[in-house]
């Protein structure tokens, strides 16, 4: 079931090498976690907040992004 919010959402580029950019009208909370499950981020941005993923090593990442009561995860690669 794709909700309202997870369809006006986006995160984006995909592959990134310093920012991302979560496309959202509300604030959200933001986790991002390594391949081995280990959390390197946690942060509440505003609505088009960028996140600076350039202290990222290369890799792939799962980016859990929570609004209001909504949650839904998305792989992202860092690559530079």
């Given at each position: 079931d794709n909700s309202i919010e997870r369809q006006n959402t986006s995160i984006y580029p995909n592959p990134s090498s310093n920012v991302i950019h979560i496309n959202s009208k509300k604030a959200f909370e933001l986790q991002?976690?390594?391949?081995t499950g280990q959390l390197v981020l946690s942060i509440?941005?505003?609505?088009?907040?960028?996140?600076?993923?350039?202290?990222?090593s290369n890799g792939v990442y799962m980016i859990r992004v929570k609004i209001g009561n909504e949650m839904f995860n998305q792989k992202i690669i860092i690559s530079k």
């Open positions: 991002v976690f390594n391949l509440t941005a505003l609505p088009n907040e960028k996140i600076d993923v350039s202290g990222f």
